[in-house]
Nanobody, 122 residues
Framework: QVQLQESGGGLVQAGGSLRLSCAAS????????MGWYRQAPGKQRELVASTTSSGTNYADSVKGRFTISRDNAKNTVYLQMNSLKPEDTAVYYC?????????????????WGQGTQVTVSS
């Protein structure tokens, strides 16, 4: 069993900052990628930022304001969000693709966190 435990959401004024954390726990060999998605009311879930061993990727709307980082020893990914705007208001979901190895298989499995609300007031 694998779990993703998120923390760090909340209410902040425009221009403020928040830091999200997501820790992966359970039985897996390694993390292939970790990232953050968000979903605002009435909108589709969208990628905010992701990180792999090759580098990082950001949505255009957050470039220069958000920073994703990773602690491999703790299987934890962080999202530092600065200069927040009201349009950043959404439920933020942690995503992880993990390498899971059994006696007869090796496969990449995808997991989602429960989501954390980020609300930016104007």
């Amino acid at each position: 069993q694998v779990q993703l435990q998120e923390s760090g959401g909340g209410l902040v004024q425009a221009g403020g900052s928040l830091r999200l954390s997501c820790a992966a726990s359970g039985t897996f060999l390694s993390t292939v990628s970790m990232g953050w998605y968000r979903q605002a009311p009435g909108k589709q879930r969208e990628l905010v930022a992701s990180t792999t061993s090759s580098g990082t990727n950001y949505a255009d709307s957050v470039k220069g304001r958000f920073t994703i980082s990773r602690d491999n020893a703790k299987n934890t990914v962080y999202l530092q969000m600065n200069s927040l705007k009201p349009e950043d208001t959404a439920v933020y979901y942690c995503n992880a693709r993990l390498l899971v190895v059994g006696t007869t298989y090796a496969r990449i499995e995808e997991y989602w966190g429960q989501g954390t609300q980020v609300t930016v007031s104007s």
